[in-house]
């Protein structure tokens, strides 16, 4: 079955940086586009970032843009999100998410990991 297990969360001071690991099984994972959200408790979900599954097409929130990076290694089934110059506001439960389709549009997920948890202290 699809397995989605991310890592690479934790405490970070503001300006600080975090790279997230979401290692992919039971699937094709060369296949599929895929995706980084977050959960913020009292804000829902929010869709951070995406990529296409051959890698070089990527989307980025806006909130976002400039500081996170997404990228894929297809031949490790692995998903990474580096983020730089985090604030406070990036605090939340990050979860990778396996999209339905290998390109887009994306925020089509049909499986979710359980996510890493990334606080940025002020």
């Known amino acids: 079955q699809v397995q989605l297990v991310e890592s690479g969360g934790g405490l970070a001071q503001t300006g600080g940086s975090l790279r997230l690991s979401c290692a992919a099984s039971?699937?094709?994972?060369?296949?599929?586009?895929m995706s980084w959200a977050r959960q913020v408790p009292g804000k829902g979900l929010e869709w951070v970032s995406g990529?296409?599954?051959?890698?070089?097409?990527?989307y980025y929130a806006k909130s976002v843009e400039g500081r996170f990076t997404i990228s894929r290694d297809n031949a490790k089934n692995t998903l990474y999100l580096q983020m730089n110059n985090l604030k406070p506001e990036d605090t939340g439960l990050y979860l990778c998410?396996?999209?339905?389709?290998?390109?887009?549009?994306?925020?089509?997920?049909?499986?979710w990991g359980q996510g890493t948890q990334v606080t940025v202290s002020s």
């Open positions: 990529i296409f599954n051959d890698g070089i097409n990527t």
């Open positions: 998410a396996k999209e339905v389709a290998s390109r887009g549009p994306l925020q089509r997920y049909d499986h």
């Open positions: 039971g699937f094709t994972f060369s296949t599929y586009a």
